[in-house]
């Protein structure tokens, strides 16, 4: 029997609709209750077909719904609810699934414009030119084995619309580079306008510091490389936010001016803002989007990047796209039939294969793949095996033996960046390590373990646990703040400032390179950080994680979690879980409602 508790709002929009709607059953307001709260958990729609007929526990009452052609009925005559493009509050499809009318906007709206992108080929190419560049910038091909970021680099300057999917290491970042370049050669002389954006000033951050590098290297003229961006801003910033309003200053009446947009951690983006974003692009605009189509979707609504990629499927490409790909380079692509060249998306997603920081005899990606193909007991297996190397398994201690297990790892770790003798020092020494937990209550969510490491920290001498303002306290930013350039996920560590009579300030790494310091006082909502849960940690990387998980299994915890966690590590991976409770979360996908993938794909 499925639970599900309502909030106030689920209450309230209920018994607004049932008074419009006027003469309707009983359990009328039920349904549409259930509407609104599984949008608050995540889903685009309700999924009648998984309800009706079944019993369900609601506010700790248990009901049974009516079969499902009783509330399609009802629902279909209901003044209230309308048919797909009909302006009613709520819309019902044909499959069984109920939106609130602005959830099937965004979904329609998104779907429209993927596919419009889809089916756009650039006719204008130089194709000789196209295929010099690409044998200068994937120089490296194995006879036999597809050069996957190649494939990814052709299919982005062919096609309007193209997704780079690839876990951590799989050289995402150094495959854009190339394809700006690319891009920028069929422009020639012509002005080429360029937006590169992520979820999170963050992500942002850490995108703009990539293409630096990765540019320095290519192999193409310094002029190129100079007209190659590198500034990254946040989604938000990009569309314009205005103060007080949930509306853009950039939308469909007010079009971006850009020719290509990029996005990096596109699993990190929600519904609402990913359809808002494609709305503002303008008709023959380029929209790449790069991400890990296998780690955890978006805190909102939504699973987007999921639901574009398939559900994890990977058609073979169209004839035309390989025949196009032979010309160019030689490479044979894998072809399908008929239905592979009707699929609009065939040749838009290019799933990159190798792994440059995993390879095949890392322990850590070996476990990846484990969790990440449902295989609970082989991750297990790996992790309990001691010739492992770079990752371990502890059973997780009882709540009232956790601090003792942790302090030898906490003061080993801590230790050095609190040690720092500048705040530059610090924050980058910070990074080396992370601990990385599921919930955000309890003795092994955020807030009971970041009390933990603080004890642990101030019984050591390491810090003055009773000052706030603590010299080497880390803290993360939880709302955007767009006067200070400050956004939710942002981390800096407090150090005193020599320019302040050595007063403590907040360090926060420079959107433009360097550090730069916020007085205490200024500082937005915010929280310690020695300890995040997963989802906070996605698009970071950190040279050790320790992964702790709840004692009892929930349905939060997912295959998803597990994989997105264990990949922010570089070099060591630790978990501490109860046996069980891990190999429940790797048999369980996050399963997100929504009609975007059949839409997509069919």
Known sequence: MTTYELTATDRHFAAFITREAGDVPSWFGVIVSLASNSVGNGNICLNLAALAGKDILLDGTELRLPHLETVQAALAASSVVGTPGEFKPLVLDGDGRLYLYRYWQYEADLERIIQEK??????????????????RYFPDSTEGVTNWQKIAALAAVRKKFCVISGGPGTGKTSTVVKILALLLEQAGDNNLRIALAAPTGKAAARLKESIRFMKSSLNCSVLLKARIPEDVTTIHRLLGVRAGSVRFRHSGDNLLPHDVVIIDEASMVALPLMAKLVVALKRDARFILLGDRDQLASVEAGAVLGDICGGGRQ??????????????????????????????LADSLVVLKKNYRFNTDSSIG?????????????????????QSVGISWLDIPKPDKLKKALAATIIAEYGPYLAAGTAAEALKLFDNFRILTALRQGPRGVAGLNVLVEEILAEKGLIDQYNRWYSGRPVMVTVNDYHLKLFNGDIGIVFPDPEYEGNPRVWFPSPEGGIRSVSPVRLPSHETV????????QGSEFGRVLMILPERDSEALARELIYTGMTRAKNEVDVWADRDVFLGAVSRRIDRKSGLNDALWG
């Open 118 to 135: 889809a089916r756009a080929e650039v006719i204008t190419l130089d194709e000789a030119l196209l295929g010099t560049g690409v044998l």
């Open 366 to 386: 070996a476990v990846a793949r484990a969790v990440n193909g449902g295989e609970g007991k082989r991750a297990l297996e790996l992790l309990r095996n001691e």
């Open 530 to 537: 020695y300890a995040m849960t997963v989802h906070k940690s």
């Open 315 to 344: 058609e073979p490409f169209s004839g035309k796209f390989a025949e196009f790909v032979a010309r160019l380079t030689g490479d044979i692509l894998p072809v399908g039939g008929a239905t592979t060249d009707e699929c609009v």
